[in-house]
């Protein structure tokens, strides 16, 4: 009967380990707060999710350290995370991504994986790093040019000159849509940009040929694909 008590009583637990865990943590919390804030895509306030990032790192390994010391609270903690309800919804992959990336963190370093914690995370937030760059440099392909030129004049020598100033400064260049009214020309490109300088240069252009003229991108990169 007391084998089975003792098998059930918490394990000492080392304020210094905790001490220590919670201090790399707090370095790691921060690391990831900063990527997600130069790297990150999201429309959110990036900066408030990054100080959210620190406290979740550092509330993991206080509760690993706590639980792994004792087989009770380790089944008590079952029950009372089945009560917690998030009510906020993580609309961006990306969001979740570093979500589950700072709890991973957490969960390393309060079961005192110190040296596989931080060479794994070192490891990912380079690979996010790799991501991020090549994904500015990608070719915007899937680019749509919406342009309207109010005229008293509008007429086949105009549209040339519109198509070929886009013609000139990008890629390619698709015609996809143009309607013709009394005073006005309304044109929709599919354009294919190298980068954003090419894009700013098409713009540049566009604005110095048609002073008037109403300009608007359409970036399909997200849409569906077939």
């Known amino acids: 009967m007391s084998d089975w008590l003792e098998f059930t009583k918490p394990a000492p637990l080392s304020t210094v380990t905790v001490l220590v865990n919670l201090g790399i943590g ?3 919390g921060v690391l990831l707060g900063a990527h997600y804030v130069r790297f990150g895509r999201t429309l959110c306030n990036r ?3 990054s100080r959210i990032l620190v406290a979740i790192v550092l509330t993991t390994v206080l509760v690993i350290s706590v639980v792994k010391a004792s087989l009770a609270l380790s089944l008590g903690l079952v029950g009372a995370l089945s009560i917690v309800r998030f009510r906020t919804p993580i609309k961006e992959p990306e969001e979740l991504a570093y979500l589950f990336l700072a709890i991973a963190t957490g ?10 914690t931080i060479a ?4 990912i937030l380079v690979l996010l790093t790799i991501h991020a760059r090549f994904s500015d440099r990608r070719k915007r392909s899937n680019l749509y040019l919406n342009i309207e030129i109010p005229s008293k004049q509008v007429g086949r020598q105009q549209f040339e000159r519109l198509a ?10 698709n015609l996809r849509r143009m309607d013709v009214g009394e ?9 294919g940009c190298h980068d954003d300088a090419e894009l700013f240069g098409l713009l540049n252009a566009l604005q110095d040929q048609f002073p008037s003229a109403s300009v608007s991108f359409v970036d399909q990169n997200q849409g569906l694909e077939g």
Do not use: K, W
């Open 26 to 28: 707090l370095v790691l």
């Open 47 to 49: 900066t408030a999710l």
């Open 107 to 116: 969960l390393g370093l309060g079961a005192d994986q110190r040296v596989p």
């Open 120 to 123: 794994a995370v070192a490891v």
């Open 164 to 173: 070929q100033t886009v013609a000139d400064r990008v890629a390619t260049a």
């Open 183 to 191: 005073d006005l020309l309304q044109a929709t490109f599919f354009v």
